[in-house]
């Protein structure tokens, strides 16, 4: 039987630097416009402001992306793999329907990005920030949000395999018709579920988390609870 005060045993990551990667000595500075349905190999992309950029359909392998800024752009059917991103911040841009698969994502913030359809797996974001951001009907498998803060984050119809968040905050996160598999939530900081609260049969909660959301599961239940 396990006891209902187990903890989680976080094993802290210190995130890649640039020099750290694998294929650090064959990245080359890319200074060109991004242009859909290009094929970027070991490219650099560093101290850029994109504003409206069309890379649909482009594939990025072992890339860097550092201190970018990405203005509604659009990404659609981009491919991302073994990429490295630090500090990039995107901003009402597109990317339904990418590919992400052994990438990590550093200090990097998305505000209003539209993420739907997409896959991701094998993906690490660290110190990340998500503001209204939408998941919905993506899958996430073997992805990890570690220190992160995910608001207003919509994983509507999503399906999350294997997916952890170690020390992030989640504020009014929405799980409707959700497929919630081997996730683990104990080491969030903070739970708040605006809706969805079912999608959590397939999720891994601590007991101060279960107390915290006991009043939206009597609610979600059509439960009145008077102690008078």
Not at 22 to 27: E, G, V
């Amino acid at each position: 039987m396990q006891s209902g005060h187990s903890e989680v045993v976080r094993v802290d990551v210190m995130p890649r630097s640039l020099a750290d990667l694998p294929y650090a000595r064959h990245l080359e500075r890319f200074a060109t416009e991004l242009e859909s349905d290009q094929d970027y190999d070991t490219v650099h992309l560093t101290d850029a402001e994109l504003t409206e950029p069309d890379c649909r359909g482009a594939r990025f392998t072992e890339s860097a992306l550092t201190e970018v800024t990405v203005m509604h752009g659009n990404f659609r059917h981009t491919r991302f793999g073994d990429v490295w991103l630090r500090g990039v911040r995107w901003v009402g841009t597109n990317l339904g329907q990418t590919g992400w698969q052994d990438a990590e994502l550093i200090d990097s913030a998305f505000s209003g990005v539209e993420w739907v359809g997409a896959g991701v797996r094998r993906v690490r974001f660290e110190g990340c920030k998500f503001e209204s951001v939408n998941f919905r009907n993506s899958s996430l498998q073997q992805v990890e949000f570690a220190d992160c803060v995910l608001r207003d984050v919509d994983f509507g119809e999503a399906t999350l395999r294997k997916v952890t968040f170690p020390g992030t905050t989640l504020l009014r996160l929405a799980l409707h018709r959700a497929k919630l598999e081997n996730v683990d939530l104990r080491g969030a900081l903070a739970l708040d579920i605006a809706n969805g609260l079912d999608a959590l049969r397939g999720a891994t909660i601590s007991t101060g988390q279960l107390m915290d959301l006991a009043p939206a599961f009597a609610q979600a239940a059509g439960i009145i609870v008077r102690d008078r």
